[in-house]
């Protein structure tokens, strides 16, 4: 008798585990919706409707205003949203969006619909309407399946006098013709990926005001020296080199962020000051700016994350390309040429518009922060790129 038992009771754990398999049940299909600090504001279900993502009224609630209220009317089937003091009407099959009795009039791309009996909003109602009703960017990326909401004060639209103060120094790495850097199975070269991504980086800081210097502009040869040279000469407040990355695997892939701590992952401090009886020298090097480099990569690597498909994270080790420049410095790979899908994004002029579009917004957000926490009567030379000079 126990056998018999036992034997159902294996075919009814083979069933359920089968069954759960096919039907998906431990795998429920959700949209993340992340602040501008890169923080999860809510992990929301969606059902996929006519090639269309939708999701609950509710959700608004959870991402963007937990004092929200609604009601619906059957009869009519008409929405009213009540939010950041507005009323917004919708009606189920109809593409407008009606906000305070008709005084502004949204046509959403695609309508709100009922959908096994619930009222739904279709995902493009957080871009197109969100924006009117507080001042929020709201940025999606259909691939990954993420929402950011972004107060637009998180970083500054408007261009700050002393911006012009802001010199990023970006080392695309490698060129010329003996340094090609490594090389995907498509022919696709490091270093001409690099350049490309430095280009476009100092194309859209052009709107934001920063002074971009490129340690080579043209595919040449420079040597480390001449690199940390042209970065010092110009006295940058962030030094940023591109790199892509290789592996034996093809398995290995996604975006890496290093970096250069003399000390390794062990230990993080400054480096002592030397002395020359009472007095101390005047002497520099990369281990005075680790602490900035941190908060820069911190920033960084939240942008990053919200931008990339796998997760990234920060590493700390003795970096030599970035080991004689004076100001805080990070190290990117922007990807591996040796595997398929990176290799096909950077060849992709659109995901390297978009990864540029990325690093400035990092570059303003850290700026952003240097110059609120200067201070009042050192707002031009906040966070001195000299900070150990006596």
């Given at each position: 008798m126990w056998l018999r038992t036992f034997e159902t009771i294996k075919l009814f754990l083979f069933i359920f585990l089968?069954?759960?398999?096919?039907?998906?049940?431990?795998?429920?299909?959700?949209?993340?919706?992340?602040?501008?600090?890169?923080?999860?504001?809510?992990?929301?279900?969606?059902?996929?409707?006519?090639?269309?993502?939708?999701?609950?009224v509710e959700s608004l609630k959870s991402v963007f205003d937990p004092e929200m209220k609604h009601s619906y009317h059957t009869p009519?089937?008409?929405?009213?949203?009540?939010?950041?003091?507005?009323?917004?009407?919708?009606?189920?099959?109809?593409?407008?969006?009606?906000?305070?009795d008709g005084r502004q009039v949204i046509t959403l791309t695609v309508?709100?619909?009922?959908?096994?009996?619930?009222?739904?909003?279709?995902?493009?109602?957080?871009?197109?309407?969100?924006?009117?009703?507080?001042?929020?960017?709201?940025i999606y990326k259909p691939e990954l399946q993420r929402v950011r909401i972004m107060q637009n004060n998180s970083f500054p639209s408007d261009i700050p006098k002393n911006n012009r103060l802001w010199t990023v120094i970006i080392d695309p790495g490698h060129g010329g013709e003996k340094d090609v850097g490594c090389k995907s199975q498509t022919g696709i070269y490091e270093k001409d990926v690099v350049l490309s991504v430095a280009k476009a980086i100092k194309a859209q800081s052009k709107q934001h005001g920063f002074s971009i210097h490129l340690?080579?502009?043209?595919?040449?040869?420079?040597?480390?020296?001449?690199?940390?040279?042209?970065?010092n000469r110009f006295k940058g407040r962030?030094?940023?080199?591109?790199?892509?990355?290789?592996?034996?695997?093809?398995?290995h892939k996604g975006i890496r962020l290093y970096l250069n701590n003399p000390y390794g992952q062990l230990q993080f401090r400054t480096a002592p000051i030397p002395k020359f009886g009472d007095k101390d020298l005047n002497i520099r090097t990369q281990a005075n700016y680790l602490q900035q480099s941190k908060k820069f990569a911190t920033v960084l690597e939240k942008?990053?994350?919200f931008f990339a498909k796998d997760p990234i994270v920060i590493s700390e080790f003795p970096i030599i390309a970035l080991n004689d420049v004076f100001m805080p410095a990070v190290l990117i790979e922007l990807g591996y040429l040796s595997n398929l899908d990176d290799t096909a994004r950077l060849s992709n002029q659109d995901h390297i518009s978009e990864l540029?579009?990325?690093?400035?917004?990092?570059?303003?957000?850290?700026s952003a922060k240097v110059r609120q926490t200067a201070k009042p009567d050192d707002q031009t030379s906040a966070e001195s790129s000299n900070p150990i000079e006596r």
């Amino acid at each position: 008798m126990w056998l018999r038992t036992f034997e159902t009771i294996k075919l009814f754990l083979f069933i359920f585990l089968l069954v759960s398999a096919t039907h998906g049940f431990a795998q429920v299909k959700t949209v993340r919706f992340v602040d501008g600090e890169g923080d999860i504001l809510n992990e929301v279900e969606y059902i996929l409707h006519d090639e269309h993502i939708y999701l609950s009224v509710e959700s608004l609630k959870s991402v963007f205003d937990p004092e929200m209220k609604h009601s619906y009317h059957t009869p009519s089937k008409q929405l009213t949203i009540k939010t950041k003091d507005k009323v917004i009407k919708v009606w189920m099959g109809n593409p407008s969006v009606n906000i305070d009795d008709g005084r502004q009039v949204i046509t959403l791309t695609v309508p709100p619909r009922i959908i096994n009996g619930q009222q739904k909003i279709p995902i493009s109602f957080f871009q197109e309407v969100l924006p009117e009703l507080d001042d929020v960017s709201v940025i999606y990326k259909p691939e990954l399946q993420r929402v950011r909401i972004m107060q637009n004060n998180s970083f500054p639209s408007d261009i700050p006098k002393n911006n012009r103060l802001w010199t990023v120094i970006i080392d695309p790495g490698h060129g010329g013709e003996k340094d090609v850097g490594c090389k995907s199975q498509t022919g696709i070269y490091e270093k001409d990926v690099v350049l490309s991504v430095a280009k476009a980086i100092k194309a859209q800081s052009k709107q934001h005001g920063f002074s971009i210097h490129l340690t080579r502009e043209q595919d040449v040869n420079k040597s480390r020296q001449q690199r940390y040279q042209i970065a010092n000469r110009f006295k940058g407040r962030l030094f940023i080199s591109l790199h892509c990355n290789s592996s034996f695997s093809q398995n290995h892939k996604g975006i890496r962020l290093y970096l250069n701590n003399p000390y390794g992952q062990l230990q993080f401090r400054t480096a002592p000051i030397p002395k020359f009886g009472d007095k101390d020298l005047n002497i520099r090097t990369q281990a005075n700016y680790l602490q900035q480099s941190k908060k820069f990569a911190t920033v960084l690597e939240k942008e990053l994350n919200f931008f990339a498909k796998d997760p990234i994270v920060i590493s700390e080790f003795p970096i030599i390309a970035l080991n004689d420049v004076f100001m805080p410095a990070v190290l990117i790979e922007l990807g591996y040429l040796s595997n398929l899908d990176d290799t096909a994004r950077l060849s992709n002029q659109d995901h390297i518009s978009e990864l540029a579009q990325t690093i400035v917004r990092a570059i303003q957000i850290y700026s952003a922060k240097v110059r609120q926490t200067a201070k009042p009567d050192d707002q031009t030379s906040a966070e001195s790129s000299n900070p150990i000079e006596r």
